[in-house]
C-alpha cells in the first residue's frame, strides 16, 4: 500500500546556473557572445541553445569544442569569448 504525506519537506533553493552566456551586440563583425563556466570543472566542449524570440522560433545551435576549434578550454570560474554568432546553426528538424 501507499501512503501520501502531506507534509511537504525544506523547500530547496533554486539551482545556481551552471553558465552564463552574454550577448554583445557591439562589434564590426556582428553580435558576438561570452560564455562563464559556474561549474566546478573544466568544460573542453559542449552545446548552447539559443531562442531568439518568446515563442522558441528562431533558434540556434552553437557547437563549440576547444580541441577543433583552438581554443583553450573554460576553466570553473573563467570566460571564453566568442568573436561572432556567425557560426549558429539552425538545428536539424
Not at 46 to 61: A, I
Not at 69 to 90: A, F, M
Request: glycine share 10%; charged share 20%.
Amino acid at each position: 500500500m501507499l501512503f501520501s504525506s502531506g507534509a511537504q519537506g525544506p523547500s530547496t533553493p533554486p539551482e545556481r546556473p551552471k553558465f552564463k552566456i552574454e550577448i554583445r551586440v557591439t562589434g564590426e563583425k556582428g553580435p558576438s557572445c561570452a560564455v562563464t563556466n559556474f561549474t566546478g570543472k573544466t568544460v573542453t566542449a559542449c552545446v548552447f541553445e539559443l531562442s531568439f524570440s518568446s515563442q522558441g522560433r528562431g533558434r540556434s545551435k552553437i557547437v563549440w569544442d576547444a580541441i577543433v576549434q583552438g581554443d583553450p578550454p573554460i576553466e570553473p570560474g573563467g570566460t571564453i569569448l566568442r568573436p561572432s554568432l556567425s557560426h549558429c546553426r539552425k538545428p536539424s528538424t
